[in-house]
C-alpha cells in the first residue's frame, strides 16, 4: 500500500514515498470536499463521489486478493482435483499483481497531487485481503488442513491484521529522515508474505501438494489431534516478523 499525501495508511509499501510535514491547500481542498461527500446527507452514491483515482486503483489491490481465494475455492471444487492446475496458478498469479497496484496507488495520487480520508484505510484493508488472507488460503489450498495447521494459519493472518493496526497508530512516531520519510520499517512489511507465495509456487511446479506428492516435511504427529504440516512454521514466523517491534529494517 502505498502512501497517500497526507494520509496515514498501514501497508508497508506505504513508507516508500517521502511525506510532506503539512499538506498542501490542494489536499486541504481535496480532503474537505470528501469530507462533505462521506457526510449523512450527502446522497446515496456520495461515496462512489468521494473516491479518487488512486483509491479505485487500490480497489484493485484487493480485487486481486479476493479473487485470488475464489480461485483457490474453485480449485478445491474441481472434479479432476487435485491434478487440474489452472485455478491454482490463478490464484498464485493475482497476488504479486495486487503487489503491482499496491505500489501504483501511491505513484498515482503523488501524481495527481490528490490526498484521500478513505485511502488510509481502503490501503490496510486492501494488504490484508492480498497478503495476508490470501496467501494463508492458498496454504490451506494446497495442503495445511489440520485443524493444528488451521489455528497457525488464523494466527498468520492476525498478526498481519495488528501489523497494520499498529502502523496505523504509531507512524506518526517513528523516526523520520530529512524529507519526511520513516527511516525504517518496523517489523517485517506484509507484503513480504509473497516471499511465502513464491516458494508455494515452487511447490506447485513441483506436484509438492496435498493429494500428489505431498507438501515438503510431510505431515508430524499423523492421527493425532495435534497433527500438522511443518511447513505451516513458516507462516508462523512470518507473523511473529510482522509483530516484531525489534525488527528495524532500513529503507531504500
Known sequence: MSRRPGAVDGSASADNAPVDSKPSRTEDTGQEKQKMLLGSNAGHFSMIQALHLADLITELNGFCGVMSIFS???Y???EQFPHNKPQ??????????GLFFDFMDGRVARWRKKSSLMGQELDSLADLVSFGLAPASLAFTIGMRTTLDSLLLTFFVLCGLTRLARFNVTVQTL????????KYF???PIPTTLAI???MAYWVSQDWIDGVNG????????GALWQF????LIFVLSGCGMVSRTIHIPKP
Open 72 to 74: 483457490c475455492l474453485r
Open 175 to 182: 523516526p523520520k529522515d530529512a524529507t519526511g520519510k520513516s
Open 88 to 97: 491454482l496458478w490463478a490464484a498464485l498469479t493475482l497476488m504479486p499483481l
Open 76 to 78: 478445491c471444487m474441481d
Open 197 to 199: 507465495v513464491t516458494m
Open 229 to 232: 504440516h511443518p511447513a505451516v
Open 215 to 222: 507438501l515438503p516435511g510431510g505431515v508430524w504427529g499423523k
Open 186 to 188: 518496523e517489523g517485517t
